[in-house]
């Protein structure tokens, strides 16, 4: 089945430990997202990428780190330096605008970090 | 810069009403997608409908309908007849020519039965 699988569902750390959160795409979509959502929030844009090997901060990047060395893998990383890392991440990914249809992001179902 | 405004935080109307979920976009982009999204209670993201820039016709998916007016970057989401299954966080979301993804903060939908 074709989809986009984040793992683990829910992670624990303890503060001051950095966490990587996995992302992969059977899709072949070249376009992959993150995003964090907090409780009663809307989703704001942590990075971007819209080609391997290449990446952009979105709109909250301070304190996450990403790679793209596969097209089906865009995994982020949560440092120490990101001052309130408990809330819910998700990852997405899509076609780009070269296609002018099926231009629409496909979720995963998203980790819940809790930094205790 | 991108932006994505749903002014309407909580909505609550009763089972069988009418509810329309405003969404204004901001862009300097010509070309650009607009997308409406649901989050149930489970959390992950539903697609629902995308639109591009150069397509303002409106469209109407059983009870759901979307208007699109660039005249006023306006893209609104229409439920007609609400059920208690549409009870979810709807979010809208702006595309545009280097492929950031921005969504608006999401208007949370209750029907009452």
Not at chain 1, 18 to 25: G, H, R
Not at chain 1, 69 to 80: A, D, G, H, M, Y
Not at chain 2, 14 to 35: A, N
Request: contains cysteine; aromatic residues 14%.
């Amino acid at each position: 089945d074709g989809g986009i699988t984040q793992s683990p569902k829910y992670l624990f750390r303890k503060e001051g430990q950095n966490v990587t959160l996995s992302c992969e795409q059977n899709l072949n979509h070249d376009a992959m997202y993150w995003y964090r959502q907090d409780p009663g929030q809307g989703l704001r844009l942590i990075y971007y990428s819209q080609i391997v090997n290449d990446f952009q901060k979105g709109d909250i990047a301070e304190g996450y780190s990403v790679s793209r060395e596969k097209k089906e893998s865009f995994p982020l990383t949560v440092t120490s330096a990101q001052k309130n890392p408990t809330a819910f991440y998700l990852c997405a990914s899509s076609m780009t605008q070269g296609f002018r249809e099926n231009t629409e992001a496909f979720f995963g179902q998203g980790t819940r970090l809790t930094v205790v | 810069a991108q932006k994505v405004t749903q002014a309407q935080t909580e909505i609550s109307v009763v089972e069988k009403e009418d509810v329309t979920l405003d969404c204004v976009y901001e862009t300097r982009d010509t070309t650009y997608y607009l997308f409406w999204y649901k989050q149930p209670p489970s959390g992950e993201l539903v697609f629902l409908i995308r639109r591009n820039s150069f397509d303002e016709q409106n469209e109407i998916s059983g009870r759901y309908s979307w208007n699109f007016q660039k005249s006023t970057s306006s893209f609104n989401f229409t439920i007609t007849a609400s059920q208690v299954v549409d009870s979810a966080v709807y979010f809208c979301a702006l595309k545009t020519g280097n492929e950031k993804l921005t969504f608006g903060t999401g208007t949370r939908l209750t029907i009452i039965p």
